[in-house]
T-cell receptor, first 113, second 113 residues
Framework: DVKVTQSSRYLVKRTGEKVFLECVQD?????MFWYRQDPGLGLRLIYFSYDVKMKEKGDIPEGYSVSREKKERFSLILESASTNQTSMYLC????????????FGPGTRLTVT | AQSVTQPDIHITVSEGASLELRCNYSYGATPYLFWYVQSPGQGLQLLLKYFSGDTLVQGIKGFEAEFKRSQSSFNLRKPSVHWSDAAEYFCAVLNQAGTALIFGKGTTLSVSS
């Protein structure tokens, strides 16, 4: 069965902290994605990766970076967390491009205080 | 620019009644279209997708959607709603590069008894 897991369901961090959100997929998928979900705004793409060590900016990359050192793992990094990054973060993966079959993780709800 | 519009933020339907959730897209060529559902505290689950061919698409949980090119619409329907259908529903289109999904802002469905 397809599986995308995220390291935490809930996370509370302080302003200025460096935050790592981890995502792991067990489907040997080439492509992985980080989306941010906010009420009334839907989901917006932050970054995606189409191969190990390869990444592309999405619609809202400011304040974020990513790391993909292994095929199964895709990390989202908040270098210096701010309160406006309080949100739900969803990871997804797909086997190929075009990315028509995206599998989503359960999400991490991050609160920055 | 590509976009997806879900005109209804919140809809309430009586259990057993029919449901239609609206979705309009902006896209030059033939779009790849999707409907996802997110139950409270859960990740996104794919209900159905349209790429080409028959414009009436069947999905899981008794949902269907109809692609109408002339109206740039991809409305989701269900003939009889169950209380367990209460959730948030997202319409999405694959971007032109085929690398990520562009989501609408979502429609929250409440089911009354």
């Amino acid at each position: 069965d397809v599986k995308v897991t995220q390291s935490s369901r809930y996370l509370v961090k302080r302003t200025g902290e460096k935050v790592f959100l981890e995502c792991v997929q067990d489907m040997d998928h080439e492509n992985m994605f980080w989306y941010r979900q906010d009420p009334g705004l839907g989901l917006r793409l932050i970054y995606f990766s189409y191969d190990v060590k390869m990444k592309e900016k999405g619609d809202i990359p400011e304040g974020y970076s990513v790391s993909r050192e292994k095929k199964e793992r895709f990390s989202l990094i908040l270098e210096s967390a701010s309160t406006n990054q309080t949100s739900m973060y969803l990871c997804a993966s797909s086997s190929s491009l075009p990315a028509i079959e995206q599998y989503f993780g359960p999400g991490t709800r991050l609160t920055v205080t | 620019a590509q976009s997806v519009t879900q005109p209804d933020i919140h809809i309430t339907v009586s259990e057993g009644a029919s449901l239609e959730l609206r979705c309009n897209y902006s896209y030059g060529a033939t779009p790849y279209l999707f409907w996802y559902v997110q139950s409270p505290g859960q990740g996104l689950q794919l209900l159905l997708k349209y790429f080409s061919g028959d414009t009436l698409v069947q999905g899981i949980k008794g949902f269907e959607a109809e692609f109408k090119r002339s109206q740039s619409s991809f409305n989701l329907r269900k003939p009889s709603v169950h209380w367990s259908d209460a959730a948030e529903y997202f319409c999405a289109v694959l971007n032109q590069a085929g690398t990520a999904l562009i989501f609408g802002k979502g429609t929250t469905l409440s089911v009354s008894s």
